[in-house]
């Protein structure tokens, strides 16, 4: 089976045209314009920021017009790791993917599911003519990954929407409430090396100052 088989047919599509795009964190250049150049094709007013955060606004449906705009987000970036044996260079080559009994799969490389699969329904809705809906827009925030840096970077002197529907979550079901972004806390402390039974104890020298790092998000909720 092919992706272009798998439905919605328009969400496959859009996926794997972005995973032939190299967009690992920080070279996102090439998927900015990507986006830039879809909003163009289609009659969609766009914008890119500093950062290189993009938007792209799409009026409401009959019916919907006035309604108050709706913000859909995803980020374009994605975490770049192969196999040892791998030879793709990420830096330059998109992902090549699989269809593996229903399921994706990239080829010896990370897939780019998060957060691609925000992108192509967003891609998916913004090209369609039958989904009813109110004025939508679409923020691709970049360098997630590395940080949030798109995000925190984020010029939003064009969005006018009050509600923001992120579509970043880690399974199906589950909303995110009450999030206020995400905080990062770094510390240091001294951790003792112990030799572990029937293994040498070459290694028993203290090791000081190992980071933990701890992400905190909001209230999940299980539908």
């Given amino acids: 089976m092919q992706i272009t088989e798998l439905k919605p047919k328009k969400v496959f599509y859009y996926f794997s045209e972005l995973a032939k795009i190299p967009r690992g964190s920080g070279n996102t250049e090439k998927v900015e314009q990507y986006c830039l150049d879809f909003a163009a094709e289609h009659g969609l007013k766009s914008y890119r920021d500093e950062y290189g955060n993009v938007m792209i606004f799409k009026n409401g449906t009959d019916g919907y ?22 030879k793709k260079d990420m830096e330059h080559e998109g992902v090549d993917i699989i269809v593996d009994d229903g399921f994706l799969r990239a080829d010896g490389t990370t897939l780019g599911g998060d957060d691609g699969i925000a992108a192509a329904y967003i891609f998916a809705l913004l090209d369609s003519d039958k989904i009813p809906h109110p004025p939508i827009e679409a923020l691709f925030t970049i360098d997630e990954e590395t940080g949030l840096r798109g995000a925190n970077a984020l010029d939003a002197s064009k969005l006018k ?26 510390c240091s402390m001294s951790v003792n090396a112990e030799a572990a039974e029937g293994m040498s104890a070459k290694n028993e020298q203290p090791q000081k100052k190992r980071t933990v790092q701890k992400h905190r998000y909001g209230t999940t909720i299980k539908s």
């Fill in 65 to 86: 017009e006035q309604s108050a705009p709706v913000i859909l987000q995803g980020h374009l970036d994605m975490v770049c790791e192969k196999l040892p044996n791998c």
């Fill in 161 to 186: 929407g009050k509600r923001l529907i992120n579509i970043d979550s880690e399974e199906e079901g589950v909303i995110t409430v009450s999030c206020a972004g995400a905080a990062r806390v770094s």
